[in-house]
Each structure stands twice: as structure tokens, then as C-alpha cells.
């Protein structure tokens, strides 16, 4: 059978995130550098579908095929780790600490910045012919994003604050719902599909996906968004990615992990009576 019950595919979350723990520094930038590069390049995909058939819908519904590349190609992104790697902690595997953890974060979200604004770079190069004509519609586009999702956030003070860290736990919900939902099936077919919906989904609904927002806004700055890089850090960046670090493990690790590992005992469907004895 293609199809893997809960039960097996949540204990090979906690395998997954473990190794991913004990992986070497040059394997884990290599692997996060590829797979920020990859979703640089869907995001850029989808914008320019978006801008040049005049609907978002589209854009959205091809989005995936980035995330779906860099996940069969095993390489690592900052939101699924915040969702599988805290599970190796808690389930206690040998050599896992809080500093591992910490570790693995930390190069993944080096390696993913990276990947992204590399694709910023040869993206912006490549649509203003090594910055000497105007970037078009699509340069236009995106600045006009950049501003509205750094400023406008901004402009609510704490409320927009917050508003960015909910959307970016919306996104990672759905996210990590499409990490985990490809291991339900053995099949390259079936983990595509069960991929495609919830990226589908959040790239749609404008959630904030942090490693999508390592290219999108230093694309913008380049093609001559008016806002600064720590704008785009306080206002968009840190609490995007607290966000996706929150709905990625609150929201998907641990509720799989706690009803289908450390599960608690069955009710009795009928339970024995409790006889009073008489005085």
C-alpha cells in the first residue's frame, strides 16, 4: 500500500528530525542553501504568473511546485525544521539537546537567507539587464509588496505586530501540514498531492512564510522599495518567523506527536460497576 498510517509517519517525523540534528554543518548549509534558492525562484514564478495573467489564483496554484522540487530532493527549509527537529528533544533520542536544536536552526535559516538572496540578486540582474533599464511590471509588483508588508504592517504599531506573527503561524500551519502530509504516501504521486493543497493554500491567502520573505523583500529593496532592511527585519522577518516557528510545532508537531506516540490508554467501553459494600 502508498498510504502510511499516522501512527507510522509521525515516528518518522521524530526519525527525520533527529538526523537532521546529527547532520554535518556543510551538509545542512548545502541543503538549506538549495532549498532557499528553489522556493526564491517558485516565489519569483508565482509573482510573474500572477502580474502577466492578471490573477492571483494562478499564481497560487503553482507556487508548490518549488516546495514540492526542494522536499524530494530532501533539502531543508527553516519551517520544517521548526516542526520535526523540537521532536527528537522531547522524545529524548540520544545527543539531542536544546543547542542542537538551537544549532540546526541556526545554520538552516544562514543557508536558507542565503539561497534566497542569491535568487534576488540574479532575479533583479536579469530583469534590468544588470541594473541599467527599469525593472517593469514586475520589479513594480513586487516593491509595491515590500511596502505594504513592512510599512503597512507598521503603520498599526503592535497590532500589525501581531497580525504578521498570527499569519506567519497560519502559514506554517498549512505548511508543515504539507511536510507531514507527504509522508503519509510511499508514492513521488501521492506526496505531491498531499504537498499541493495546503501550499496552495497559504501562498493564496498571503500568509507569511519567513524563507519566502528572505527573497521577496530584498528583491523589493533592489528593485526600489521604499523601506530599510531593519524595517524589513522587525516588521516583517523576526515575527514571521516566530510565527512559522509556533504554528509549524504548536500547531502540527506536537499535536501529531502527542496522539500518535505517547498515546494514553483506551476507555473500557464498559466499565465494571463500582459495587458499595453495606456498612
Known sequence: MSYLEPTEFVTKMV???ESKVYMSTKDTLIRAFMAGAILALAAAFAITVATKTGSALVGAVLFPVGFI???????????????????ALIDKRPGVTVNQVLRNWGLVFVGNFAGAITVAFMMSFI???????DGGAIAAKVSTIGESR???YMEHGAAGWITIFIRGMLCNWMV???????MISTSATG???AMWMPIMLFFFMGFEH???NMFLFPFSMIMGGDFTFMEYIVWNELPTALGNLVGGFVLVGLPLYYTHVRTSPNRPLNPEPVLKHAA
Open 191 to 193: 506526496k505531491m498531492m
Open 150 to 152: 513592512t510599512l503597512g
Open 210 to 212: 519567513s524563507i519566502v
Open 176 to 182: 508543515s501540514m504539507g511536510v507531514v502530509g507527504a
Open 127 to 133: 530583469l534590468t539587464y544588470g541594473y541599467n533599464t
Open 69 to 87: 522540487m526542494l522536499y524530494l530532493m530532501k533539502f531543508d527549509l527553516l519551517t520544517g525544521v521548526f516542526t520535526l527537529v523540537p521532536l
Open 15 to 17: 526519525d527525520q528530525g
